[in-house]
């Protein structure tokens, strides 16, 4: 079983390019780290493999940071992310 701690939120999840905007509030987010995206409809864990900062490719996540996420499943605004260890 993994042990989870929430990390943020989405804002916006954009279809077409299947990119979910996350605000971080808590920790930091890694390129490589799973996540969980829960919500009233959302509920998947996926392995991050790149995430961008105001349109560039950056490696780490901070709090206070909204960076895009490339996603497989869609997510929705509010959904809370969690990171799964």
Request: charged share 25%; glycine share 8%; no cysteine.
């Amino acid at each position: 079983m993994m042990t989870e701690k929430k990390v943020g939120s989405v804002t916006h999840y954009y279809n077409n390019l299947h990119v979910a905007t996350v605000k971080i509030t808590d920790g930091e987010l890694h390129v490589g780290d799973m996540i969980h995206i829960d919500g009233n409809t959302s509920d998947f864990t996926v392995k991050i493999k790149s995430m961008e900062l105001d349109h560039e490719p950056i490696e780490v996540a901070h709090a206070g940071d909204i960076v895009g996420i490339k996603i497989d499943e869609n997510a929705r605004k509010n959904d809370t992310v969690y990171i799964a260890y």
